[in-house]
């Protein structure tokens, strides 16, 4: 079954090297990408009550240029890899951004979201990152990855996986980092930032249930001590050279911490690797 995939633009160079990225990710994989670029004119959304024909002619004036500008994006990603394999669609929605990627998520029943680290800007100024951030953390049906700006591609050999082993875990919210490490012949690093000298026995089922899960892949665990979680994310990256940082984002202590503002801005926007964000599944 080839991959859905949803790709963030607003045409920046951001944007841009994230579509990069998603091209060379799925290199020789059937898939059909999905880019979407938002124009939300203060309110006056199709679903807003609001909506006026002032905020139709906006839209309508805005759309030929979009239009340009996604003729010129494919073109531009076609000098890098026309893969006869790969199908494009481009989407112009009038609609805040976390409900228009909702809505084509839905729709199109996408796999997952990729998007440049800084954030949409959705046609509008908005603050530093923030869009970013919405997606990473509101976005509930499928995972998203966010790709730095100045990260090159390659080949992802080593995914840095953080976890308190507190949570028991689920083969479908870990469904996509399997199949990328099946894919890549990825090794996943599971790293502990220890807080006791032992695991509690929840804490031991926990991780006997992820070797299990974990069983068809290439994995490895660690144990750091003495460092803040972020601290050791980002010691393990370096010293390792790993290639990818994943999450499962949660509602628990581990992951409140992981997605405060200071470490969501080290994570996401000042890391030199890519961060994927997987969905928790009750």
Known sequence: MDKRILILTDFSKEALNAARYALDLYADRKCTFYFLNTYYADGYSIDSHNYTDFGRRTFDNQEPKTEEQFKSLIEVLNLQSNDPIHTYNTIFANNALLEAVDDVVAKHDIDIIIMGAKGMTSS?????????????????????????????????????????????????????????????????????????????????????????????????????????????????????????????????????????KPLVKDLGYQSHVPVLVLRHRV
């Open 124 to 260: 509008r100024p908005v603050a530093f990152g923030m869009n970013t951030i919405n997606v990473m953390e509101n976005s509930k049906a499928c995972p998203v990855l966010a790709i730095p700006e100045d990260v090159v591609f390659k080949t992802p050999r080593k995914i840095v996986f953080p976890t308190d082993y507190k949570t028991p875990f689920k083969r479908r919210e870990l469904k996509y980092l399997i199949n990328i490490a099946g894919t890549h012949g990825t090794d996943i690093q599971v790293i502990h930032i220890k807080e006791s000298d032992k695991l509690t026995k929840e804490q031991q089922d926990n991780k006997k249930l992820l070797v299990t899960l974990f069983k068809d892949v290439d994995h490895s665990f660690h144990e750091l001590n003495g460092m803040t979680v972020l601290e050791g994310i980002n010691a393990f990256i370096e010293r390792h050279e790993s290639d990818m940082v994943a999450f499962i984002n949660q509602k628990s202590n581990f992951f409140s911490r992981l997605v405060s």
